[in-house]
């Protein structure tokens, strides 16, 4: 593929040729199949299943109500296809085609097209750098060099962007786009995924306080996601919130027609460094809006940090209670084998044992919830080498609460007598109780 930089240069000829082209491209016009239907001379030769080419086959038509353009190589070759850009098509007055490999499409004239990649979504910023270009010509009218389609293309994506300020200050536009609510087309402040895939429009299917689906806009055989209805976090942050699994994506109704799309762990952990977020709108150039303004942006995320630190208030405050629940209703194990000798013995074990981890609880007393020992044996001999029991050790904590672990308690065998009294092991997890309990 060609690569050509932006030099100053070029971009000095760019902006004066854009000027040139804003009054050319007042007078809108319109493809039809009889216009473009034919073969295409290229500038410079592509590869196709049937090997270099310099001609295409281009058609022009509509298919289930959306106009396309296909291109194709030879009769047997895969044709590629390019979907109409509608929005830019309107504002730039010419016809201009993308498909999902990242090519635009742009019609020069009637019988000329500039197949071009970028660095930049078309509307999104002005392009400054060109990864690949080429020129189609229809066979017998006349052409132009890569270099002006270069500069053309270059142009109409300043053009698109010197007019974005305008009407944002006008609102001019504004009025086309329908802010209902709830499902329907949401275009993106920035790509948003879906499954593997990147889309600037969705289709958003909201069941309020339910779930939310979304679907890149015109997709038959992708992916979609679903976020469920959180109660808890709707209730902290006072805005309805969904997530997708447990997976730390969420999306928040911020308003009418506006999705808030979050990447955090909301609930859990305050705003990261690398947390992150996404604006679906129902508006778009709103949308455009605050994919340019940084201040808009920085309010944002400011909202969310604010968010993220009540609805972690609010699960912190769930656990605390749950945990004074438990705590409530927690009761010591049954008592298992009396043996008074083993439980002081076992007492000695447990704080050996203690002291060693450095554990800060007050260990109070052992006692054995066993009925009885079980015989440790050697795998290979089946030899008696020790036994084994479990037992519950009690303790005080610093918070005036009590608890207990379960611990397990062992003693070696030499052949004549068992030796003394080990700790083997504990249970993980402390079971904090009242210490009326103990």
Not at 310 to 325: C, F, I, P, S, T
């Amino acid at each position: 593929m060609l690569k050509a930089l932006i030099n100053p240069s070029f971009l000095k000829a760019s902006i004066l040729i854009c000027s040139l082209f804003m009054v050319f491209a007042a007078q809108a016009f319109e493809l039809t199949p009889e216009k473009v239907n034919g073969i295409y001379l290229l500038a410079i030769p592509e590869r196709s299943a049937a090997g270099q080419t310099k001609k295409l086959q281009i058609e022009f038509a509509e298919m289930n109500g959306q106009k396309v353009l296909a291109t194709q190589a030879c009769p047997r070759c895969p044709a590629a296809g390019y979907k109409l850009q509608a929005e830019v098509s309107k504002e730039l007055g010419r016809p201009v085609f993308f498909n999902s490999m990242g090519i635009y499409i742009i019609a020069y004239d009637d019988n000329t097209f500039v197949s071009v990649a970028a660095d930049g979504e078309l509307g999104k910023m002005a392009w400054s750098e060109i990864s690949y270009a080429n020129i189609y010509s229809k066979q017998g009218t006349p052409t132009i060099s890569l270099e002006v389609g270069e500069q053309f293309v270059v142009a109409e994506s300043q053009r698109l962007m010197m007019n974005e300020p305008q009407r944002l200050m006008t609102g001019e536009g504004v009025a086309k786009f329908e802010v209902s609510g709830g499902s329907g087309r949401y275009y993106a402040a920035v790509s948003q995924a879906v499954g593997s895939k990147q889309y600037d429009q969705l289709m958003v299917k909201l069941d309020d306080k339910k779930e939310i689906i979304l679907a890149g806009l015109n997709c038959r055989s992708c992916t979609s996601s679903t976020y469920v209805y959180e109660a808890e976090l709707s209730q902290a942050i006072a805005k309805p919130v969904y997530e997708m699994g447990n997976m730390g994506r969420f999306l928040i109704a911020q308003d009418k027609g506006i999705i808030w799309v979050v990447s955090a762990p909301l609930g859990k952990q305050l705003w990261q460094e690398h947390s992150s977020y996404n604006v679906l709108g129902q508006d778009k150039t709103a949308m455009r809006q605050v994919s340019q303004d940084k201040a808009a942006q920085d309010a944002i995320e400011g909202r969310l940090r604010d968010y993220a630190t009540k609805a972690k208030a609010e699960v912190d405050a769930r656990y605390v209670e749950e945990d004074l629940q438990r705590t409530a209703a927690n009761v010591l194990p049954a008592k298992g084998m009396e043996d008074s000798d083993l439980e002081l013995s076992g007492l000695i074990a447990a704080r050996a044992w203690a002291n060693s981890y450095s554990w800060k609880e007050q260990l109070q007393y052992v006692y054995m919830t066993s009925r009885d020992w079980s015989i440790l044996r050697n795998k290979l001999t089946g030899i008696q080498t020790g036994r084994r029991i479990q037992g519950v050790i009690t303790m005080k904590r610093d918070d005036g609460l009590c608890s207990y672990q379960q611990a397990i308690f062992e003693q070696a065998y030499n052949g004549t007598d068992y030796q003394e009294v080990v700790m083997a092991g504990v249970v993980p997890g402390q079971n904090k109780l009242d210490c009326g309990k103990i």
